[in-house]
Each structure stands twice: as C-alpha cells, then as structure tokens.
C-alpha cells in the first residue's frame, strides 16, 4: 500500500540552526513526493515537490532529494528563522490514476530567538 | 497565481443547522477537492470533483453533501452535523486530476455544538 512516516515531533531549534525533518514513504507506484507547511490557524502551502527518482525540491532555502534507494525525502534547512515555526507535512501521491494525496502525521517545528 | 479562496473562514452552528462552505478557484483547475483536517492530524480525503463530476467519495456520511455547480466552485452542504464533525475543512485544486500538484485553500473552521 501507500504510506508516508514522518519523524516525531515536536522539534524546537534555536534560531540559525540546522534542521531535518526525516520521511520515509512506501507506494505500490512511482510517486511524486511533496512537503507542506500549515502555519497557525491557516491551510497548508505547498513548499517543494519532487516528481521522480534524485530530483531535488527547493523553495525559500528548504530542500528535499527524492532518495528511492533508501524511499526517503528528508527536509533539510541550512539556518532556519523564526518565522519557519509550522507543521510540516510530507505527503505522496502514487500516480496511479486517482490524485490521492497520503500524508504522513505532520512534524511541529518551533524556532526560539 | 495559485490561489484557493475559501468561504467562511469560520462557522459555528448547530446540530439542527443546514450550512454551506465554498471554496473558489481561477486557475481553470479541473479537479477539486474536500478535505477534513481534525486538530494535530493530517488532512483526510472526504471529495474529489474532476470535470465537475464526482469522482472519489471516500465513504463519507450522507450528512455531508458536495456540489460542483461549475469548474471554478466548489460546494460543501452541511446538514444535522455532530459535534464530532468540528474541524478544519479544506478545499484544493488541481489542473486535472492524475498526478498534478494539489493546491490548497486556508480552510474553514467549523464547530458544532
């Protein structure tokens, strides 16, 4: 079947630090593979995507590489900002017919100044 | 542009309330959806309209009714809602259905009491 695991959060980094947010994922397909970020009160915005195999999404400095060795998609950031405080969300969609999208659980970060 | 814009932005109501969400979109998407999103959870797929027909129902109660009454809108009717039903609910598009990247309104919350 298609699933998506996201690290457990919460993840609370300082301000300048260096983040990864770990996915994993599992698809009877070739997926395409995306990160969403909800911020407070709000509905959730597509931040990168990727649609095949070492393709790497980027957008306002985060990025993810698109690992089908290891099914992985990890959020990378070099220095994050407070302004990034959100949850995150890795979603895929099997490409099989029907646009589904799966989520993974969602990881809550907060940047402290 | 890659705006969904969603109506109301918050509703309470009633047990006994018949309400309406809706959910616009001008990017001539063919596809929308319905998404319900409880607190700390992932999105859950209720609808998906493609070509303004109904496509995927994914066995939600008949207490929730979708309409499509054109291309660019999207219709969520509520009737004799439960309290259980409180959440977040989301409308995204997509140019078609398939593997097209899914875009996302700013939801509604929704309590019922």
């Known amino acids: 079947g298609n699933s998506v695991t996201q690290m457990e959060g919460p993840v609370t980094l300082s301000e300048e630090a260096f983040l990864t947010i770990n996915c994993t994922y599992t698809?009877?397909?070739?997926?395409?593979l995306f990160w969403y970020v909800q911020y407070p009160g709000e509905g959730l915005q597509l931040l990168l995507k990727?649609?095949?195999?070492?393709d790497k999404g980027s957008n306002k400095g985060f990025e993810a590489t698109y690992r089908k060795e290891t099914t992985s998609f990890h959020l990378e950031k070099g220095s994050v900002q407070v302004s990034d405080s959100a949850v995150y969300f890795c979603?895929?969609?099997?490409?099989?017919?029907?646009?589904?999208?799966?989520f993974g659980t969602g990881t809550r970060l907060t940047v402290i100044p | 542009d890659t705006e969904v814009t969603q109506t109301p932005k918050h509703l309470v109501m009633g047990m006994t309330n018949k309400k309406s969400l809706k959910c616009e979109q001008h990017?001539?998407?063919?596809?929308m959806y319905w998404y319900k999103q409880k607190a700390k959870k992932p999105p859950e797929l209720m609808f998906v309209?493609?070509?303004?027909?109904?496509?995927i129902n994914e066995s939600v109660p008949s207490r929730f009714s979708p309409e499509c009454p054109n291309s660019s809108l999207l219709n969520l009717h509520l009737h004799a809602l439960q309290p259980e039903d409180s959440a977040l609910y989301l409308c995204?598009?997509?140019?078609?259905?398939?593997?097209?990247?899914?875009?996302f309104g700013p939801g509604t919350r929704l309590t019922v009491l």
């Open positions: 995204a598009s997509s140019q078609e259905g398939g593997i097209d990247t899914q875009y």
């Open positions: 698809a009877t397909g070739y997926p395409s």
């Open positions: 990727a649609t095949k195999a070492d």
């Open positions: 979603a895929l969609n099997p490409q099989t017919g029907a646009n589904n999208l799966f």
């Open positions: 990017m001539g998407h063919r596809a």
């Open positions: 309209y493609s070509y303004e027909k109904l496509s």
